[in-house]
């Protein structure tokens, strides 16, 4: 009997779980609609029998030790979703009470950077580290803070928002209504903006001349940037400035041993790596200076929000 | 027999001790030089003879459970002093392996503003938090993070740095080097930087036109904000706005229950409490507002690092 976490994974239109062993093994994972199901009694049902259905496929007989999901605005302590943006049930959402209803298992809920610190930590890169960052680099910024081996919630279960330092006072609008958070920089989205600041600061020849807003994407970019596209380069050249003069804040708060960067804009590698390290290592205090390690997150792209979810489950449970 | 933990704080001129109750009652206090004895031997026998002496003068009889030891640059996981500006030994003390020679005894050693972060949560006002910070407001600023109920001390020993955040890209030079740091803003020089800032730039009639920049001193700000001077008034604003934007990124961090203001700058309450407060709530994403209490220290000023080591003797002894 192998025994298993389920990982669950809520995004504003797919749901993914999958079934992980203890050494990060996915044995099976699939998907259904977030939002197909009105209700969130329905979508429960439908997110259980999925899943059972999914176990009963595993070819080995499996026992599930617990459930660990990563949603957007989820409170570990009080197992809520809590004004998600992104997803249809509105106000404070109780999940983990309304899953328990139908599973009686440990359930842990958190938001999905935390659980990609977790992720980290049980399956990932940082498995021997007690102080360690990871940023998440998507759509927006987020990030989950390691600190004496726990993740850091705070108080209110809604700690380590770090897409949400103001960087650059009255700086560029930002979703929430502020101006100048790291995530209108820093980001999938905020890279873009960069670019298109570029185009119009500069006489520089790009590519990028001839495409739309809405059609850049920040693949598009580190591809430029690759083919040595001045613009790209420089992009990613103030992307990194950001970041780093951030993180050299961040390092002055928790003084981790590492920083992980994880998600689509992290893909570009050493193009957002290494100015990122190299600003944040201007920016540090002398005695913090050459030893934090910014580096790419060990857990493979695919699946890892569900893997991240699942950990949650060993970490609670003390592995 | 009454137990008692040593605290001892370790300053630029003086050294003072003090034998501490569980209760946080100092049964017996003193000093003495720093730097009369060249040598770290020579300076720790005699700080010894003179504790061991004090002891005996006690009334009742106590024991000694544990030594606690507040001092700048102080490395907790190693017990040494490191490369500390205001300190005659100079590179890595080992302090604590140093002292143990002579006392048998359980022995930690922190900075200061982390001494003072564990004297928050034994002796005073943040008994039942797990997630508070304290802000040390001196000849510099100094920070003190605890999360999950622990000090955080990051992969080195030296986290919660906040006094080096920098809040003004290529702003005000500070000791270190570097520019922009919040405690060139906030701090006992900071604000009369401030001052001396507004006393350029306005044209304002103030009672610091006579004033030289040496002769200026925060509590002449505090008094001279209570009698209403518009300079000082506004010094306090601005220093408020400083820190109150900063901590809006701290709290983005660590999301603490409440922040706490220690030391001289503290000392003039609301005027300086209210504008952080202000402006840390406008910076503040909003699902963090209306959550953070900005407070006093709970510790009296007198001999609050010295309460402050102590309180590292019964927070690692379990109290």
Redesign the interface.
Known sequence: MKEVAVGIDIGGTYTKYGLIDRDGNCLINGSISTTQEKELSSYLSLLKSTIDEAAEGVKESVKIKGVGVGAP?GNFYKGTI??APNLAWSGIVPFIDEFKKSYDLPMYLTNDANAAAIGEMVYGSAKN???FIIITLGTGLGSG?V??G?L???????????G???IV?GGRMCA?G?RGSLEAYVSAPGIRRTVFELLADSLEASEFRDVTFNQLTAKMISDAAKRGDKIALEAFERTGKYLG?AL???V??????AIFLFGGLANAGELIIEPTKRYMER?L????RD??NILPSGLTETNAAVMGASALVWKELGN
Chains 1, 2 share one sequence.
């Open positions: 605005n809590e004004y580290m007690k102080n803070l600190v004496n726990e850091v919630y705070g108080h209110d279960g809604f700690a380590g928002e770090l949400h330092l103001t006072r929430t502020r003069e050299a804040d961040t002055a708060h928790t003084s981790p041993q920016n205090l002398k005695i913090f030893k934090v």
